[in-house]
């Protein structure tokens, strides 16, 4: 099934399975399947890597969801889409970096020997207040439910 769902430039240069992941991200909303999400936002970041510009309501929606899971090791995930385009870059929240919290994740940055590592600690080294955090959660939920 992943196949199906990989990031996939078609003769015309848009992604042939872009259309699939949608479906599938709309049943992964409601069954919080990680693993499922992790490839998704993946698969997104490829695309918007490929797409020439922008980040897309389902990209959007994807590092959200994945988001809400707040384990510190997505980090690499959130920071790969965020960085996958200018546009991205700019439309993709730094607190999704954070999502897993902001002292774990920073932790766990800090461990790696991931090529990013400095990159992603300059990204979230201004992040102190967890309530920012959740305060900014509570804001993306609103949005996507509407």
């Keep these: 099934m992943t196949d199906a769902l990989r990031f996939e430039r078609g003769p015309d240069g848009e992604d042939v399975n872009e259309a699939a992941r949608g479906e599938v991200l709309d049943r992964a909303t409601t069954s919080g399947d990680l693993s499922l999400l992790r490839f998704l936002v993946e698969q997104e970041a490829l695309c918007r890597a490929n797409s020439g510009g922008g980040l897309g309501e389902q990209a959007a929606l994807a590092g959200f969801l994945l988001a ?3 384990r510190p090791e997505d ?3 959130h920071h ?5 385009n ?3 870059g700019c439309a993709y929240d730094v607190e999704h970096l954070v ?3 902001i ?6 940055v800090e461990a790696s020997d991931h090529p990013h590592r400095a990159d992603v600690l300059a990204l979230i080294g201004g992040f102190e207040d ?3 955090v959740e305060e900014w959660f509570e ?5 996507f439910e509407d």
């Excluded at 002292?103 to 766990?108: D, H």
């Design 68 to 70: 809400e899971h707040r």
């Design 75 to 77: 980090v690499w995930r």
């Design 80 to 84: 790969a889409l965020k960085r996958s």
């Design 86 to 88: 200018f546009d991205a």
């Design 99 to 101: 999502a897993g919290g």
């Design 103 to 108: 002292e774990a994740t920073k932790r766990y």
């Design 130 to 132: 967890e309530d920012d």
């Design 139 to 143: 804001h993306r939920r609103a949005y």
